[in-house]
């Protein structure tokens, strides 16, 4: 049974400057937004929660870890993340790109036909099939974002953090993308977490929201 994700007197910022504090759950199979105005922390908590930025005191808790812990690969199959920068590599292709969400998996015990199937699935789902054999630099920012959100949901995590996941979505785009998210988080019961300006599709497709100031 999926376990809550504790964040406890969480606090997140730089040395000189501290961004936001927090004490909240999240709880599986809910879709939680994270809002607030430019330099309240969101991206910043975002990263600080998958290992990417440290925290200058508090923790994230997952099973009774602590998140910052936990070695590499061990994060790996517990936390997902999607940034809306794009990833500073070139010259490989989408399929390679989303074959790398199983490489944590296959450090356990390699399936390369169960891996290809949650590939394809989620490839699928996400729309980014008649992507896959395409280099990843000739990506527009609306299709490199779908492409990411496939690796995310291929790692099979329990967590998965997007920043800003639809911001290069065409409206219907976005639509598809955020009830796929909802439609996840319940299903699989996954703790999925998104920061987002988007008022009415927070309003549409979140289930709890955490507001920063």
Known sequence: MSQPLEIKNLRVGFPNKVLCEINTTLLPGRLTALMGRNGTGKSTLIRTI???TPALSGGVFYNGQNLSECKP???ARLVSLVLTARPPVQGISVQTVLEMGRYPHQLLKMDEAKDLEIIM???EKIGVTHLLQQ???K???GEMQKVMIAKAFI???PIILLDEPTAFLDYIAKDEVFELLSKTAQEL???VLF???DLNLIERFAMEKIQLS
């Open 73 to 75: 690969l061990e994060l």
């Open 155 to 157: 790692q099979e995590t």
């Open 121 to 123: 699935q989620f490839a």
């Open 50 to 52: 998958a290992g990417l």
């Open 135 to 137: 280099s990843l630099e």
């Open 189 to 191: 019961n996954k703790i």
């Open 195 to 197: 920061s987002s300006h």
């Open 139 to 141: 990506l527009s920012d």
